[in-house]
Protein backbone atom coordinates (compact mmCIF):
# COMPACT_ATOMS: atom_id res chain seq x y z
CA UNK A 1 0.00 0.00 0.00
CA UNK A 2 0.81 3.29 -0.66
CA UNK A 3 2.12 5.38 2.63
CA UNK A 4 1.14 9.11 3.60
CA UNK A 5 3.92 10.62 2.15
CA UNK A 6 3.45 8.74 -1.08
CA UNK A 7 -0.35 9.30 -1.70
CA UNK A 8 -0.27 13.04 -0.86
CA UNK A 9 2.29 13.57 -3.39
CA UNK A 10 0.20 11.83 -6.07
CA UNK A 11 -3.15 13.13 -7.67
CA UNK A 12 -5.92 11.60 -6.14
CA UNK A 13 -7.25 9.43 -9.22
CA UNK A 14 -3.33 8.18 -9.74
CA UNK A 15 -3.67 7.29 -5.47
CA UNK A 16 -7.07 5.41 -5.83
CA UNK A 17 -5.81 3.49 -8.97
CA UNK A 18 -2.69 2.23 -6.75
CA UNK A 19 -4.30 1.89 -4.28
CA UNK A 20 -7.00 -0.53 -5.85
CA UNK A 21 -4.02 -2.15 -7.32
CA UNK A 22 -2.75 -3.05 -4.08
CA UNK A 23 -5.57 -4.25 -1.98
CA UNK A 24 -7.03 -7.58 -2.01
CA UNK A 25 -9.69 -6.56 -0.30
CA UNK A 26 -12.64 -6.30 -2.58
CA UNK A 27 -14.74 -4.57 -0.37
CA UNK A 28 -12.29 -1.67 0.08
CA UNK A 29 -11.16 -1.47 -3.70
CA UNK A 30 -15.09 -1.01 -4.26
CA UNK A 31 -14.67 2.01 -1.86
CA UNK A 32 -12.03 3.66 -3.79
CA UNK A 33 -13.82 3.01 -6.87
CA UNK A 34 -16.70 4.65 -5.78
CA UNK A 35 -14.58 7.68 -4.11
CA UNK A 36 -13.39 8.40 -7.82
CA UNK A 37 -16.71 8.17 -9.19
CA UNK A 38 -18.41 10.14 -6.82
CA UNK A 39 -16.01 12.76 -5.93
CA UNK A 40 -14.63 15.86 -7.55
CA UNK A 41 -10.78 14.29 -7.50
CA UNK A 42 -8.78 16.61 -9.50
CA UNK A 43 -10.52 19.48 -7.24
CA UNK A 44 -8.79 17.41 -4.26
CA UNK A 45 -5.03 18.84 -5.01
CA UNK A 46 -6.52 22.19 -3.91
CA UNK A 47 -7.56 20.39 -0.37
CA UNK A 48 -4.25 19.05 -0.44
CA UNK A 49 -2.33 21.94 -0.80
CA UNK A 50 -4.90 24.25 1.27
CA UNK A 51 -4.04 22.32 4.07
CA UNK A 52 -0.67 21.66 3.60
CA UNK A 53 1.54 22.61 6.59
CA UNK A 54 -1.72 23.10 8.67
CA UNK A 55 -2.50 19.53 9.81
CA UNK A 56 -0.79 16.09 10.04
CA UNK A 57 -0.27 14.89 6.64
CA UNK A 58 -2.37 11.74 6.93
CA UNK A 59 -5.87 13.79 7.63
CA UNK A 60 -5.44 14.36 3.61
CA UNK A 61 -4.40 10.55 2.59
CA UNK A 62 -7.72 9.39 1.75
CA UNK A 63 -6.97 6.12 1.19
CA UNK A 64 -4.78 5.34 4.25
CA UNK A 65 -7.65 6.79 6.40
CA UNK A 66 -10.54 4.90 4.69
CA UNK A 67 -8.31 1.78 4.88
CA UNK A 68 -7.60 2.19 8.61
CA UNK A 69 -11.29 3.09 9.17
CA UNK A 70 -12.99 0.67 7.21
CA UNK A 71 -12.85 -2.06 9.82
CA UNK A 72 -14.65 -0.47 12.37
CA UNK A 73 -17.38 0.17 9.52
CA UNK A 74 -17.19 -3.56 9.40
CA UNK A 75 -17.48 -3.90 13.37
CA UNK A 76 -20.52 -1.97 13.57
CA UNK A 77 -22.60 -3.92 10.76
CA UNK A 78 -22.97 -1.29 8.64
CA UNK A 79 -21.79 -3.38 5.10
CA UNK A 80 -24.59 -5.32 5.67
CA UNK A 81 -27.47 -2.64 7.12
CA UNK A 82 -29.64 -0.42 5.25
CA UNK A 83 -30.28 3.19 6.03
CA UNK A 84 -28.76 3.56 9.35
CA UNK A 85 -28.15 6.83 11.32
CA UNK A 86 -24.53 7.73 11.99
CA UNK A 87 -22.95 10.32 14.37
CA UNK A 88 -19.01 10.75 14.30
CA UNK A 89 -18.34 12.62 17.38
CA UNK A 90 -14.64 14.75 16.45
CA UNK A 91 -15.16 14.09 13.44
CA UNK A 92 -12.22 15.24 12.29
CA UNK A 93 -11.48 15.57 8.42
CA UNK A 94 -14.97 13.31 7.83
CA UNK A 95 -13.65 10.14 6.70
CA UNK A 96 -16.04 7.75 9.10
CA UNK A 97 -18.96 10.10 7.28
CA UNK A 98 -17.41 9.23 4.05
CA UNK A 99 -17.16 5.54 4.72
CA UNK A 100 -21.19 5.66 5.71
CA UNK A 101 -22.26 7.68 2.54
CA UNK A 102 -20.59 4.75 0.67
CA UNK A 103 -22.91 2.45 2.64
CA UNK A 104 -25.85 4.49 1.82
CA UNK A 105 -26.28 5.91 5.12
CA UNK A 106 -27.33 8.85 6.64
CA UNK A 107 -24.06 10.34 8.10
CA UNK A 108 -23.61 13.41 10.72
CA UNK A 109 -20.46 14.60 12.59
CA UNK A 110 -19.77 16.64 15.71
CA UNK A 111 -16.77 18.47 16.04
CA UNK A 112 -15.47 22.44 17.47
CA UNK A 113 -12.72 22.61 15.24
CA UNK A 114 -13.05 24.57 12.06
CA UNK A 115 -9.52 23.90 10.85
CA UNK A 116 -11.43 20.85 9.31
CA UNK A 117 -14.49 22.69 7.58
CA UNK A 118 -12.79 22.20 4.17
CA UNK A 119 -12.24 18.50 4.35
CA UNK A 120 -15.95 17.52 5.89
CA UNK A 121 -17.33 19.93 3.34
CA UNK A 122 -15.14 17.95 0.46
CA UNK A 123 -16.63 14.71 1.74
CA UNK A 124 -19.79 15.69 2.34
CA UNK A 125 -20.05 15.15 5.83
CA UNK A 126 -22.16 17.64 7.95
CA UNK A 127 -20.60 18.49 11.41
CA UNK A 128 -22.67 20.13 14.13
CA UNK A 129 -20.63 22.84 15.62
CA UNK A 130 -20.04 21.56 19.42
CA UNK A 131 -17.35 21.13 22.13
CA UNK A 132 -17.88 17.71 23.72
CA UNK A 133 -17.35 18.46 27.61
CA UNK A 134 -17.63 16.67 31.06
CA UNK A 135 -21.83 16.79 32.25
CA UNK A 136 -22.57 19.36 29.18
CA UNK A 137 -25.45 17.52 26.87
CA UNK A 138 -24.79 16.71 22.98
CA UNK A 139 -26.78 18.69 21.16
CA UNK A 140 -28.05 15.62 19.05
CA UNK A 141 -31.05 13.04 18.27
CA UNK A 142 -30.98 8.91 18.33
CA UNK A 143 -29.00 6.93 15.95
CA UNK A 144 -28.10 3.59 15.14
CA UNK A 145 -24.20 3.86 15.43
CA UNK A 146 -22.20 6.34 16.82
CA UNK A 147 -18.27 6.80 16.41
CA UNK A 148 -15.41 8.16 18.17
CA UNK A 149 -12.28 7.28 16.96
CA UNK A 150 -8.32 8.81 18.18
CA UNK A 151 -10.78 10.89 20.35
CA UNK A 152 -9.08 13.49 21.98
CA UNK A 153 -11.61 14.73 24.06
CA UNK A 154 -12.00 14.20 28.32
CA UNK A 155 -7.93 13.34 28.47
CA UNK A 156 -8.69 15.26 32.00
CA UNK A 157 -12.14 13.35 32.95
CA UNK A 158 -12.75 11.51 36.21
CA UNK A 159 -13.76 7.69 35.98
CA UNK A 160 -17.23 9.06 37.41
CA UNK A 161 -17.49 11.69 34.62
CA UNK A 162 -16.73 8.77 31.87
CA UNK A 163 -19.45 6.88 33.27
CA UNK A 164 -22.26 9.33 33.47
CA UNK A 165 -21.22 10.31 29.79
CA UNK A 166 -21.33 6.38 28.32
CA UNK A 167 -24.49 5.99 30.31
CA UNK A 168 -25.99 9.23 28.48
CA UNK A 169 -25.16 8.40 24.95
CA UNK A 170 -26.38 4.36 25.56
CA UNK A 171 -29.66 5.92 27.07
CA UNK A 172 -30.02 9.59 24.97
CA UNK A 173 -28.78 8.77 21.55
CA UNK A 174 -28.61 5.28 20.62
CA UNK A 175 -31.21 3.30 19.60
CA UNK A 176 -31.84 -0.05 21.01
CA UNK A 177 -29.28 -2.33 19.85
CA UNK A 178 -27.40 0.31 18.59
CA UNK A 179 -23.63 0.45 19.20
CA UNK A 180 -21.20 3.36 20.14
CA UNK A 181 -17.58 2.61 19.54
CA UNK A 182 -14.50 4.72 20.89
CA UNK A 183 -10.86 4.32 20.79
CA UNK A 184 -7.72 6.70 22.07
CA UNK A 185 -4.73 7.98 21.25
CA UNK A 186 -1.61 7.23 23.28
CA UNK A 187 -1.60 4.92 26.27
CA UNK A 188 -4.58 2.53 26.37
CA UNK A 189 -3.37 1.89 29.93
CA UNK A 190 -4.68 4.97 32.01
CA UNK A 191 -7.34 4.57 34.48
CA UNK A 192 -10.15 5.55 32.71
CA UNK A 193 -9.43 3.67 29.56
CA UNK A 194 -8.87 0.45 31.55
CA UNK A 195 -12.13 1.06 33.35
CA UNK A 196 -13.69 1.74 30.26
CA UNK A 197 -12.55 -1.77 28.71
CA UNK A 198 -13.70 -3.61 31.44
CA UNK A 199 -17.23 -2.12 31.22
CA UNK A 200 -17.41 -2.17 27.37
CA UNK A 201 -19.43 -5.12 25.38
CA UNK A 202 -16.29 -6.00 23.41
CA UNK A 203 -13.17 -5.07 22.13
CA UNK A 204 -12.03 -5.11 18.28
CA UNK A 205 -8.75 -4.50 16.89
CA UNK A 206 -6.73 -4.43 20.26
CA UNK A 207 -7.42 -0.43 21.11
CA UNK A 208 -11.14 0.35 20.07
CA UNK A 209 -14.19 -0.39 22.69
CA UNK A 210 -17.71 -0.93 21.67
CA UNK A 211 -20.66 -0.33 24.21
CA UNK A 212 -24.06 -1.83 23.17
CA UNK A 213 -27.13 -0.82 23.85
CA UNK A 214 -29.45 -3.55 24.28
CA UNK A 215 -32.95 -4.04 22.19
CA UNK A 216 -36.04 -3.29 24.65
CA UNK A 217 -33.78 -1.50 26.59
Not at 22 to 28: F, I, P
Not at 118 to 135: K, N
Amino acid sequence: MLTVAQENALPLDDALKRSIGATRDRDLAALYEWIGQNYDTAAYAKVQADYRGQIDPKFVAVCERVRKLLPVARWLGWHKAKSLRTLDLGSGAGHMGLIANYYGHSAEGLDCYALYDGLRAFWRQPAIDHRIEAGRPLPVGRYHSITSILTNYGRDWSIGAWDEFIGRILADHLEPGGEFVISFPGDPNLPARLHLRKRASRIEGGRHIIFKRESGR
